[in-house]
Structures are given as C-alpha cells and as structure tokens.
C-alpha cells in the first residue's frame, strides 16, 4: 500500500534525475525519455490499481493517507 504523495514524490525524483544526467552528457533526448517513462510509469500503475481494486476490493495506492485502519493499528 501506497499513498499518491509518496509515489508523486518518486516519480518527481526520477524526473529530476533524469533532466541532471541529460544536462550531463549533454543529450537532450535523455530527458525526453526520461519524461515517456514517467508518464509510462504512471499510466501503467494507474491500470494495476485499477485492476487491484476490481479483483481485491480495495485500491493499491490510496488517494489520501490513511491514519488508522479498522483493526486501530496505525499507518506510519
């Protein structure tokens, strides 16, 4: 289980990765693919949460950020 703020978060560091090693070796289609894979990235996770939540019933990454869970354990 994931929260949308954290996998925002990765997604936003590989960009930024990628963008800093295109300006290194000066390729600026490094960037571009870089940029693919993340929308790439997204979509594909957005059809496995899609899918995740048909057959399980409950979603793989969650919109908010969930505290308490009905069981009172708590999410850190």
Not at 37 to 52: D, K
Not at 69 to 75: A, E, L, P, R, Y
Request: net charge positive; hydrophobic share 60%.
């Amino acid at each position: 289980m994931i929260w949308y703020g954290q996998y925002n978060a990765i997604l936003i560091l590989i960009l930024l990765a990628g963008i800093i090693v295109s300006f290194m070796v000066e390729e600026p289609g490094f960037a571009i693919i870089t940029f693919a894979l993340v929308i790439f990235l997204r979509i594909c996770v957005g059809f496995i949460n899609l899918l995740f939540k048909a057959f399980v019933g409950r979603p793989l990454v969650y919109n908010t950020k969930i505290m308490h869970t009905k069981t009172g354990g708590g999410v850190d």
